[in-house]
């Protein structure tokens, strides 16, 4: 696990209540283990006056709170908070073991489950049952969840399976579908519009409001897939909460 | 203690100041498009300043009061009828159980607020009472009021039946608008540089800050698009899904800018080549689609400090009423 150390990023201002600690401007693994290593870091030293913390690919985004950041003097909260974060970030505690949980989900791939799986396999020039093998086969880690709640980034897709989206994208993906988009995979956590290819479903919810936690992944989870049936797809099916 | 909904409205939302938190889960905070309405309707209404109140765009909805009530209501300026008379907004006031409150239209200005003493006694999702339409979360699924919704009101901070309040006490005063509301399409929308306003070509750093927009009707409470003068990047850049905020202005590559309001996922994709400053987010909450509008540069720590010495002054106000209310 990557050490935060002394600040290796850079700071950016985005609005008057925001800061965005940049890693890097790209999707990459060791980059994006840096922004976990510092919001774990963050959250460890229960650092006062964050509103919200949002790991994103390449940046760290502190929303925070400019009236308990303010100065008496003329100086800006901004720069007062980027201080601290310069002085947390310079003696850091120390690390704690690797906290983030590792998560087993099942999916039906194909059929049905996976309308768009033909095409993958078809573009990276393997047979079906190789690209199920090589889409559960892989070692994922959550990026980020955005685009709506409860929605994974994962990074980690074999190269092979790296497929454009699709020219038409559906106004329906449905609720546990599991997709391609570019050199990422990702989960629907619920029925959305989306350009993704599809190439199986989880019956596992990824998102429950009602729920504590609400999402099955958090950012910096590692994830693994399983293949199943349609049987066991049934069988392990919650119903929708909503 | 409830309110019925006999017409809903055009879009009627239950709204506090937002869902904090939850953001590195892909939820967004939502919350009141006009957060400073928002805060002095509560005010004015006798709650803290987190109660849930409904916020009414542009046609409003027509209640019914099943029961006595404190009520106020703040922002853009509603047609507001009680049992067929006129009230006044921005001032603390007692309706009756059975009475009828319709709010007309807004004019000028987009969203009001609506805020009962008490609260609505919705149950908090993920800490917030904010309705997110788009992902579904929040009071009533996050859905608008529809006709036949039956809100319960919550108690008031003291702990008793908010109503009824005598007539004597029906306070002869009411707050001076104007420093907390504007919706004036003719005064500027000050914007703090963004990260990539450098990679905008040169006539468009110009254009941003002297062309006039007109804001989009497909705008709402996720987005507003402009449209008037089209923008360009210098060069094409490749970016990544980073962290977004209320107010941040995105290029997407149709040359249009989206400026994301309250309702804005966590993270986008687009370029953002400027920021609206935190003090004119209610200014530009309160501008209806097909109106113009014009921007005009403000440096990060000036807004910065703008804004802190709104929230100072916001605070002491809120602070003011509550005294009054005592009295």
Same mark, same amino acid.
């Given at each position: 696990m990557?050490?935060p150390?002394?600040r ?7 609005g008057?209540?925001?800061l ?10 060791a980059t994006?283990a840096?922004v ?5 870091l963050?959250?460890?030293?229960e650092?006062?006056?964050i509103?919200?913390?949002?790991p994103a690919?390449?940046?760290l985004a502190?929303h ?6 303010a ?6 909260a901004w720069r007062?908070l980027?201080?601290?974060l310069?002085?947390v970030f ?5 690390l704690?073991?690797?906290t983030?949980?590792?998560v087993?989900?099942?999916v039906c ?8 799986l033909?095409e993958v ?6 047979a079906r ?5 090589r ?5 994922y880690?959550v ?7 409860g929605?994974p ?7 092979a ?6 020219a ?13 988009g ?5 989960i629907?956590p ?11 479903r989880t019956?596992l919810a ?5 729920r504590d ?8 989870d ?5 293949a199943?049936?349609?049987?066991e ?10 | ?5 006999l017409?809903?409205g055009?879009?009627t ?7 904090f938190?939850h ?9 009141a498009?006009d957060g ?6 509560n005010?004015?209404a006798?709650?803290d300043d ?9 046609l409003g909805?027509r209640?019914?009061? !099943? =029961?006595? /009530?404190a009520i106020?209501l %703040? &922002? ?5 009828r009680l049992?067929? #008379? ?5 001032q603390p006031?007692a309706v009756?159980a ?5 709010l007309?239209a807004?004019?000028p200005?987009?969203?009001?607020y609506?805020?009962?003493a ?8 993920? !800490? =917030?009472? /904010?309705?997110?339409?788009? %992902? &579904?979360l929040?009071?009533?699924?996050g859905?608008p009021? #529809?006709?036949g919704?039956?809100l319960d ?6 702990g008793r039946d908010?109503?009824p ?6 306070p ?9 509301f504007d919706?004036?399409?003719a005064?500027p929308i000050r914007l703090v540089?963004?990260?990539h306003?450098?990679a905008?070509?040169?006539?468009s ?10 804001i989009?009707?497909?705008s709402?409470?996720?987005g507003?698009?402009?449209d008037?003068?089209r923008?360009?990047?210098?060069g094409?850049l490749e970016?990544?899904?980073e962290?977004?905020?209320?107010g941040?202005?995105?290029?997407p ?5 989206i400026?994301?309001?309250a309702?804005?996922?966590p993270?986008?994709g687009y370029?953002?080549?400027?920021q609206v ?6 200014r530009l ?7 113009r509008?014009?921007f ?9 400090t703008?804004?802190l010495?709104?929230?100072?002054a916001?605070a002491?106000l809120?602070d ?7 009295e």
């Open positions: 990557p050490s150390g002394a290796d990023f850079t700071i950016e201002p985005l008057e209540t925001c965005l600690l940049r890693f890097g401007e790209r999707i990459d693994a994006n840096r976990h290593a510092a919001a774990d963050l959250r460890r030293v650092m006062p006056g509103v919200d913390l949002v690919y390449a940046a502190l925070y709170d400019a009236v308990f950041w100065t008496r003097d003329d100086s800006p007062h980027a201080g601290a310069d002085a310079a003696t850091p505690p120390p704690r073991a690797d983030h949980a590792r087993e989900i099942p791939y194909g059929e049905e489950f996976g309308p768009d033909d396999a078809a573009r990276a020039g393997l049952d190789e690209a199920i093998a889409h559960a086969g892989g070692d880690r990026a980020m969840l955005g685009f709506a709640p929605f980034y994962l990074l980690g897709l074999d190269p399976l790296h497929t454009p989206r699709r038409n994208p559906r106004t329906r993906v449905p609720r546990g579908a599991v997709a391609i570019g050199a990422q995979t990702g629907y619920a029925e959305l519009p989306g350009g993704w290819q599809v190439v199986g019956p990824l998102f429950d409001a009602q936690p609400p999402c099955l992944l958090a950012p910096g590692r994830v693994r897939f399983r199943i049936d349609a049987g797809f049934e069988r392990l099916s919650v119903p929708d909460a909503t | 203690m409830s309110v019925t909904v017409k809903p055009l879009l939302t239950l709204q506090d100041r937002g869902r938190g953001a590195a889960l892909g939820v967004g905070s939502s919350g498009m400073v309405a928002l805060r002095l309707a005010a004015l006798g709650n987190g109660a849930a109140a409904l916020e009414i765009s542009l909805p209640l019914r009061f !099943d =029961s006595d /009530a106020a %703040a &922002g853009a300026e509603f047609a507001v049992d067929g #008379r006129p009230i006044a907004m921005w006031l009756r059975g009475s009828e409150l319709d007309g807004a004019r200005g987009a969203r009001g609506l805020a009962v008490g609260g609505f006694a919705v149950e908090p999702i993920l !800490d =917030s009472r /904010a309705s997110d339409v788009n %992902a &579904g929040g009071p009533l699924g859905r009021l #529809r006709a919704d039956v009101l919550g108690r008031t901070r003291d908010p109503g309040p005598a007539k004597d006490r029906h002869p005063w009411s707050l001076d608008p104007r420093p907390w919706a004036d399409p005064r540089r963004g990260k306003f450098d905008l070509d040169a006539v750093r110009t254009t941003l800050f002297e062309a006039s927009f007109r989009e009707a497909d709402n409470r996720v507003f698009r402009l008037g003068a923008l360009a990047l210098a094409p970016l990544v899904s962290p977004a905020a209320f941040t202005v995105q290029l590559p149709s040359g249009q800018p400026v994301l309001m309702e804005h996922p993270t986008g370029p953002r080549i400027a400053a935190a003090i004119d987010l209610p909450a309160q501008r209806r689609p097909g109106e509008v014009r005009r540069e403000i440096g990060l720590d000036e807004a910065q703008r804004y010495a709104r929230e100072h916001l002491r809120i003011t009423i509550a005294a009054r209310l005592a």
